[in-house]
């Protein structure tokens, strides 16, 4: 029972601070009735300036600093690069409201999520309830990474992605879930060029011709949502723009495949080479997946089972049933698939510095089939960031000139 917050009144609070409410108070807010709210009033609005200054201070945290001074690499004189990206300095790490809902690991000195490594093994069918929170944490996490693809041009750094993605977040009582796992210091990873996964976000001004993948994971309510996509920066080259089309078909045409049944280690040999005649999607000029990251089950717990290789003749264990919910998540590289990773201890690069792109949504089995959780809306951005669009001017330019 919820007891009325009135001063020296011992009744059950049935009916909420309206103000609280979109301030996000929960503490302190609720009362028996109007006569009694109204006659606390000026000791309860006491919460909402104080809630006010929380949010303002938390905010001039998250944005402190001068963005020029990210404008400088770091010096790793031991460590040789595969490409030409390098690290930059990044911003302080950004701070999370005390009212949203955090994971486990947000405040573990280690960043280490004890839920996950209780739980990661065990693969297991989400109830209707589970499904419902699972949808809507989906929803959140789309509307995020839209919102982080709609400033992707020339001259953006990825730690201004990162601050988009942060305040989105947090706009939507949502948990950035990356955020201090095992450590990690931003809000979403930022990818670029030949970095295969795991970047972060810094002081690194976006060049026309980059691709750059934005990951987003968010956490509501208890539950995960987890997907990317690869965007093009300005005009890129056509092995690149032909790179990010083939890896967004190897994710369509794996997802196409999924329902109860399928094993999840069929899915590999679907990526890596499709059963349809003279076609090689994953392999076709000379293009490789990669080996050393795969999607994953993905719940109340950030990671567990599945595991889901995306390369062929992988020994991944289990077989799809509905209420189960993963990602499938495909990174494929202009030229070999093995990687390297930076002395950050997160940034995986491919080793022969060629660009790698990737795609991810989260799934779920129904009773006949697969429902994509974290499917584009007619709300997404569209433009000269996505490839679609891209492809689209190129083919009515073919035709024109025909």
Same mark, same amino acid.
């Not at 589970?130 to 989906?138: A, G, L």
């Not at 993605?165 to 990690?184: G, M, T, V, W």
């Not at 717990?301 to 189960?324: D, E, R, T």
């Given at each position: ?150 400033? %992707?041009?020339? #001259? ?5 992605? $990162?601050? +988009?993605?942060?305040?989105? @977040?947090?706009?939507?009582?949502? &948990? ?23 970047? %972060?976000?810094? #002081? ?5 011709? $980059?691709? +750059?993948?934005?990951?987003? @994971?968010?956490?509501?309510?208890? &539950? ?179």
């Amino acid at each position: 029972m919820r007891q009325c917050c009135g001063e020296g009144c011992n009744n059950e609070g049935t009916m909420r601070c309206p103000t609280c409410i979109k301030l996000n108070i929960h503490d302190g807010s609720f009362f028996c009735n109007q006569t009694c709210f109204k006659s606390n009033w000026a000791k309860h609005k006491v919460l909402h300036k104080q809630a006010k200054e929380d949010a303002a201070k938390i905010k001039e945290q998250n944005n402190k600093g001068d963005p020029k001074s990210l404008n400088h690499q770091l010096d790793w004189p031991m460590y040789r690069f595969s490409g030409k990206l390098r690290p930059y300095a990044q911003s302080p790490k950004r701070l999370v409201p005390k009212h949203i809902q955090r994971p486990d690991y947000a405040d573990h000195p280690e960043g280490f999520p004890a839920s996950e490594a209780a739980g990661k093994s065990r693969l297991r069918c989400l109830s209707k309830d589970e499904i419902e929170k699972m949808r809507y944490v989906c929803k959140l996490g789309r509307e995020v990474l839209d919102a982080c693809g709609a400033i %992707i041009c020339p #001259g953006v750094t990825t730690d201004e992605i $990162d601050r +988009v993605c942060h305040e989105a @977040s947090i706009e939507r009582d949502c &948990y950035p879930s990356p955020l201090n796992y095992f450590k990690f210091p931003k809000s979403c990873c930022t990818s670029v060029n030949e970095v295969i996964c795991h970047g %972060i976000p810094d #002081g690194y001004v976006l060049q026309d011709g $980059d691709i +750059v993948n934005v990951d987003i @994971s968010v956490y509501h309510k208890g &539950y995960h949502a987890d997907l990317n996509e690869t965007f093009l920066v300005g005009k890129v080259d056509d092995a690149s723009l032909q790179l990010v089309k083939t890896t967004y078909e190897c994710l369509d045409l794996a997802i196409k495949a999924c329902k109860p049944g399928l094993r999840y280690r069929d899915l590999g040999n679907i990526i890596s080479k499709v059963q349809f005649p003279v076609v090689d999607y994953a392999h076709k000029n000379g293009l490789s997946v990669v080996r050393t990251y795969c999607g994953h089950g993905i719940n109340d717990l950030f990671h567990c089972a599945p595991n889901v290789p995306h390369y062929s003749k992988n020994k991944a264990i289990g077989v799809m049933k509905p209420g189960h919910t993963f990602t499938i998540e495909p990174m494929i590289n202009q030229g070999t698939w093995q990687d390297q990773t930076w002395l950050d201890d997160w940034t995986s690069t491919t080793t022969d510095g060629k660009r790698s792109a990737q795609f991810e949504h989260t799934l779920l089995i129904t009773e006949t089939g697969v429902e994509v959780l974290t499917a584009r809306t007619k709300n997404s951005p569209v433009g000269s960031m996505w490839f679609q669009t891209v492809l689209a001017e190129c083919e009515a330019k073919k035709k024109e000139n025909a």
